[in-house]
């Protein structure tokens, strides 16, 4: 009698077998998913729009970088703020709303909008409360109750 022992490619036959039989089975699985997916995406998602990149004016313009006070010194009252002689400190191109804000140093208590020379017919500005602007040109006015020197600030305006 002889012993009978397989040979190693008996051996791995079934083993191979059942391996591509999974391999197959898990391949089957995928494209089923990929198919199911595909028909999903194309059935959700009918097209696609880009749409182009857009720059807007901002619709107020400041008429200078600096502004400059005009009017004569008093110990307590209004100074106004313009560009210069005649200039105004900013301009609105595109009437709408617009939000100021600043933060008024010691001494001064109130800052206004007017269109007029001379502070008059003024408009209070609050910081960060937004306010409508008609399409023309404005000055500032600044409420002062202090003698002596008072500090720079600046005013951010924002749509």
Do not use: D, H
């Not at 617009?98 to 269109?115: E, Q, S």
């Not at 502070?119 to 910081?127: A, E, K, R």
């Amino acid at each position: 009698m002889e012993n009978f022992t397989p040979t190693p490619e008996r051996a791995e036959t079934p083993t191979r077998s059942r391996w591509s039989r999974k391999t197959l089975l898990s391949l089957i699985l995928l494209a089923c998913a990929v198919s199911v997916g595909s028909v999903y995406a194309a059935n959700v998602f009918l097209f696609k729009q880009t749409f182009p990149s857009y720059s807007s004016a901002s619709g107020i313009v400041a008429n200078c970088v600096t502004l400059s006070s005009s009017g004569a010194a008093t110990p307590v009252g209004l100074i106004e703020y313009n560009c210069g002689p005649g200039l105004y400190a900013f301009t609105v191109t595109n009437a709408g709303t617009y939000v100021p804000t600043f933060l008024l140093p010691a001494g001064y208590t109130n800052l206004y909008l007017t269109t007029v020379a001379s502070c008059g017919s003024l408009t209070q500005l609050n910081s960060t409360t937004a306010m409508t602007l008609s399409a023309i040109s404005y000055v500032y006015c600044a409420r002062y109750n202090t003698v002596g020197t008072l500090q720079s600030f600046n005013v951010t305006w924002t749509a």
